[in-house]
């Protein structure tokens, strides 16, 4: 704490050069003091200054730790929002990498898709043009069975006839050889059995 000796002390070694660096109109009042009242009214108006600067001081000091102290926490605050941002960009990163996998991954998956979706119709018109060509062989089929059998049945028309007509060829041809004979008996449907003439 200052005494008013110190005060008195500040206030004679502030004179000379509150004396220079006063203005015109200063000094002239200054001059026609004396130095005694200069003295006690620079003691009176630094006493009254000095709690005023002690106190303003410690807020500036209590203040400057203050600041110290938010300071230090900003930094604090920065140093997370830094990390928090390096974070969010490898998962913001990491999300379009997800994205993109997952995009070529059913863009691969539709395309197979897709390319199974046009086999099956390849294999449905298959399966179609087979069953109207196998429609058509079986009417195919079914129109020459028709046709074989009435070619069999005019083949077996034209045996039996000309079976009939070479029996009948022989019976002439026997009956003119042999005019004592009578071959009345014979027939298409007779056998021989046991030196018999008999049906078959």
Same mark, same amino acid.
């Given at each position: 704490?200052?005494?008013?000796?110190?005060y008195?002390?500040?206030?004679?070694?502030?004179?000379?050069?509150?004396r220079r660096?006063c203005?015109?109109?200063?000094k002239?009042?200054l &001059?026609g003091?004396?130095e005694?009242h200069? /003295?006690?009214?620079?003691v009176r108006?630094? !006493?009254q200054? #000095?709690p005023t600067?002690?106190l303003?001081?410690s807020?500036?000091?209590?203040?400057?730790?203050?600041?110290?102290k938010k300071?230090?926490? /900003?930094?604090? #605050?920065?140093?997370?929002?830094g990390?928090?941002?390096q974070? $969010?960009s490898?998962?913001?990163r990491a999300?379009?990498?997800?994205?993109?996998?997952?995009k070529?991954f059913w863009? &691969?998956?539709?395309?197979e898709?897709?390319?199974l979706s046009?086999?099956?119709a390849?294999?449905?018109a298959e399966?179609?043009? #087979?069953k109207e060509?196998l429609?058509?062989?079986?009417? &195919?089929?079914i129109?020459?069975?028709?046709?074989?059998v009435?070619?069999?049945e005019?083949?077996?028309?034209?045996v039996v006839?000309?079976?009939?007509e !070479?029996f009948?060829?022989?019976v002439a041809q026997?009956? !003119?050889?042999y005019l004592e004979m009578?071959f009345?008996?014979?027939g298409?449907g007779? $056998?021989?059995?046991? !030196?018999q #003439?008999?049906d078959?």
């Amino acid at each position: 704490m200052l005494q008013r000796k110190d005060y008195e002390i500040l206030t004679w070694m502030a004179l000379p050069s509150l004396r220079r660096s006063c203005c015109p109109t200063t000094k002239e009042k200054l &001059e026609g003091l004396e130095e005694d009242h200069l /003295v006690e009214q620079g003691v009176r108006k630094l !006493g009254q200054a #000095l709690p005023t600067n002690c106190l303003t001081i410690s807020k500036l000091r209590e203040w400057k730790g203050s600041t110290k102290k938010k300071s230090h926490e /900003v930094t604090e #605050l920065l140093q997370q929002v830094g990390g928090l941002k390096q974070e $969010t960009s490898k998962l913001h990163r990491a999300l379009q990498r997800s994205q993109l996998e997952a995009k070529a991954f059913w863009a &691969e998956k539709f395309k197979e898709a897709l390319e199974l979706s046009n086999k099956n119709a390849e294999l449905q018109a298959e399966v179609e043009r #087979l069953k109207e060509g196998l429609a058509k062989k079986d009417e &195919e089929l079914i129109q020459k069975s028709k046709k074989l059998v009435k070619e069999r049945e005019a083949l077996t028309n034209d045996v039996v006839d000309s079976y009939m007509e !070479g029996f009948e060829d022989a019976v002439a041809q026997a009956s !003119g050889i042999y005019l004592e004979m009578d071959f009345s008996q014979l027939g298409l449907g007779k $056998t021989v059995v046991d !030196g018999q #003439l008999v049906d078959e």
